[in-house]
């Protein structure tokens, strides 16, 4: 069982760049894989991005975020962070922090366990 807290979203105009944060609490946060997820209006939930537990070293991303965005975390803090860079206003969406139980490499949202209730990014034009 973990908790998930996001925060940092906000509004910014395309080519800004932002930051997330998720607060973990719960159990030990290096047991959890962890990732970022994202929902635009009248869109399904997406993959954007993970991390593997324990040390973290191995990264995912999907196509559209790659060079764009870094997911990091903080095993000490119990923090996972998702630095967005050059943003686009077609990555307005609600970013929901997320976690499982071992592997990282899964993108669809069905395989991911727990879930915070999101922080809504906007990019204008």
């Known amino acids: 069982q973990v908790q998930l807290v996001e925060s940092g979203g906000g509004l910014v105009q395309a080519g800004d760049s932002l930051r997330l944060s998720c607060a973990a609490s719960?159990?030990?946060?290096?047991?959890?894989?962890m990732g970022w997820f994202r929902q635009a209006p009248g869109k399904e939930r997406e993959f954007v991005a993970s991390?593997?537990?324990?040390?973290?070293?191995?990264?995912y991303y999907e196509d559209s975020v790659r060079g764009r965005f870094t997911i990091s975390k903080d095993n000490t803090k119990n923090t996972m962070y998702l630095q967005m860079n050059s943003l686009r206003p077609e990555d307005t969406a609600v970013y929901y922090c997320?976690?499982?139980?071992?592997?990282?490499?899964?993108?669809?949202?069905?395989?991911?366990?727990?879930w915070g209730k999101g922080t809504l990014v906007t990019v204008s034009s």
């Open positions: 997320a976690a499982r139980p071992s592997g990282a490499n899964y993108r669809q949202a069905s395989f991911w366990d727990y």
């Open positions: 719960g159990r030990t946060f290096s047991l959890y894989a």
């Open positions: 991390v593997n537990r324990w040390s973290g070293a191995n990264t």
